[in-house]
């Protein structure tokens, strides 16, 4: 099968437990071929469990998981053909780069000479071909994060494991290199898995995105979709910063009880005909926007997104427009959308 | 500026003194005495000792018990460390893993440790006994009639590379602990690459280990020499045909029973000269061969 056409990855009700903690509960998750799909969640949600099942260094205690419609629960890790970067990227510390990304290729045994030509290739690809010589920590934190795309490339794997692959980056460099991956990505056309607890990074590289709380999968979809239909409060809280503000029903918000209405702080305008009245608490002016903490006489705080300058200080008080037609409406008692 | 900079480095010094002092008086400054004393006549009773010039040396190069004693300990050294790292080494490995029971196994490990180096030769005269020593009964299990251990020159030495291959408690702890500090990734990378336990142990765990693995090398090269002289001692005082007389052995026999002091400080020189030699040797092996990056 071409590249593109394999590395499709089906997990069923898969559940993994670490003595009483339930670190995967009955995950059903589809990943396509060729797709780059985001698992974003927050610390224990589960997201590194999925992938250390996928690659094989743990087993499932319940549940299958499917590559390429085959059930790969027997199947020894470097028989996957999954390649997997680590968050700190487990490079060996006592090899030079070149001899780091001849590791796999040694222990498969591919003739030295195929070997070292296989490893410059991969090596001029991430661009480190004059790093061929040092040893891992006498690399930049980027190098050694290219070393280790670098050496996973070479197993020429069905399937990329990303396990937070920008996290120990500095954030120009993040930023940069998010890119990058995605171009990669695009290039390779392998299916690829990349988990993040970055919400930038889950809207951005991913073709969709699964966002995992407490072992559970609670939306899959593409970024922006997820970002426009939460599915639950969960997923209305957790992707989007400032958060989506949350109201109980017949609240500032209107509704009736038994809901929780929601609205995005980008969605709630400044204007002296809006409906809300509230009291600016902090202003937060990033540059490029503004972020306003507002109370109003209930104590409901709202978040709002506006542009530079907006003109309020500190203590004054606005009135605030929600946008009737991107107003979310969520079950008080399950948080389900409705 | 300048007392500023001066102040920290006087602190340093500060606290180094009683160190410096300790090393100085008790083992420079004896050193020092050992060489000395090595050109002299001085029995440890003589009130003023001669110096003799070369005499002790003349006597040396033509003393054929010095040249049993040091074949002596140039077997055991041979036989001794690689067995006594091996060990370490070994059980360190496969006792760092958390497992059920393996709190026993690395008591039991380090016990022998604990015993006075004296009651380990003695326990070890019943172990090593012909007619009802364990040893030779585990032997006759898988029909072996056994060794006379302690008569024969070739397995007394094998013996007492045994009784100290025992006593291996603080190698092993130090490879227990390096072994926990390896990354755990580094080994799921390499199972992912179809890096099996084997290829793990050569490829990862002993490069990753060398530093420690040559810190232990030295250090029992140096213990190695000197620690044979107790279980010699008691299991065989040196016999037999010289087979055991190691040179601390030799060095006590000649300082204290037999030539004085004199003697027994330049045969001591001579130790510390072989320890020295083995141990760059050791260092030069090392470089050549790139264990350490």
Redesign the interface.
Known sequence: MPVGERGAIRLESLTRRYGRVVALDEVDLEVRAGELLTLVGPSGSGKSTVLRLIAGLDRPDRGRILVDGQDVGRVPPHRRSVAMVFQDYALYPHLTVLDNLLFGLRVRRVPRDEARRRARAAADRLGIADLLDRYPDQTSGGQRQRVALARALLREPAVHLLDEPLASLDAPLRFATRAELLALHRDLGTTTVHVTHDQAEAMTLGDRVAVLDGGRVRQVGPPQQVYDEPADTFVAGFLGSPPMNLVPGSGVLGGTAGLILGVRPEDLALGADGPVEATVEAVEALGSETILLTRCADGTRLTVRTGPRPGVGTGERVRLRPDPARLHRFDAETGRRR | MTSGRARPALTAWAFLAPYAVAVGLLIVLPGLLTLGYAFTDHTGLTRDPQFVGLANLRRLLSDEFLLDSVRASAFHLALAVPLRLLAAVGLGLLLAAPRPGGRWFRVAVYLPTVIPDVALAVLFLWVLNPLYGPLNQVLGLVGHPGFTWLSDPATARVAVALMLAFPIGEGFIVVLAARRML?G??Y????????GPF?QLR??TL??L?PVLLLLAVRDTILTLQVNFVPAYILTDGRPANATLYLPVYIFDQAFEFSGFAYGALITTVLMVATAAVITALLLVVRRWRVL?
Do not use: F, K, Y
């Open positions: 990354d990734r580094l799921e990378a390499a199972v992912l690459e179809g890096c290829g490829r990862l490069p990753l060398a990056r």
